[in-house]
């Protein structure tokens, strides 16, 4: 009976100092006018390091991608700039020595980009889409799947009006 009650599908992930378990997608946002572009579900185990190459956009007409510190890595920016994309990943300071001037403001300006996509999540999280209440892989990438139609629905609403 316990078994019924818990989604076994489901994993758990520390951010934070914070346990959460569930499930996250990671999403390609259209930096003009917002939209999702693409979306990569998986569990909460699972980095979201792992998806930055699935969730690419082919059709994207920018070929900046803006990552944050945790998609840092030499192989990684190599094999992007192999694909024709110019990698804006933020640096991560090393243990021990702090990150320089020139690092620091290239970082800033990064994450103004990047709050473009924080400003997705955002409204998201307002309707209540943070919580997936479904068991079970397949019913939440469906649901998740949903948020992004939702979402872009809106979005093209708003930017008709």
Sequence with gaps: AKRRQKDLDASWTKKHGKSHYGYKFTVSVDRKHKFLRTWAPDTARVHDSQH???????WNTSAEIYADKGYVGVEREERLREQGYRPQIQHKATKGKALSACRERR????ARMRTRVEHVFATITQWGGKR??????ARANFAMGMMVV????RRLAFLGA
């Excluded at 930055?52 to 082919?58: F, M």
């Excluded at 970082?107 to 990064?110: A, E, Q, V, Y």
């Excluded at 997936?132 to 892989?137: A, E, L, N, P, S």
């Excluded at 939702?150 to 629905?153: G, P």
């Design 52 to 58: 930055l190459e699935a969730a690419l956009d082919e």
């Design 107 to 110: 970082n800033r300006r990064i």
């Design 132 to 137: 997936i209440r479904t068991f079970g892989q």
């Design 150 to 153: 939702v979402y872009n629905m």
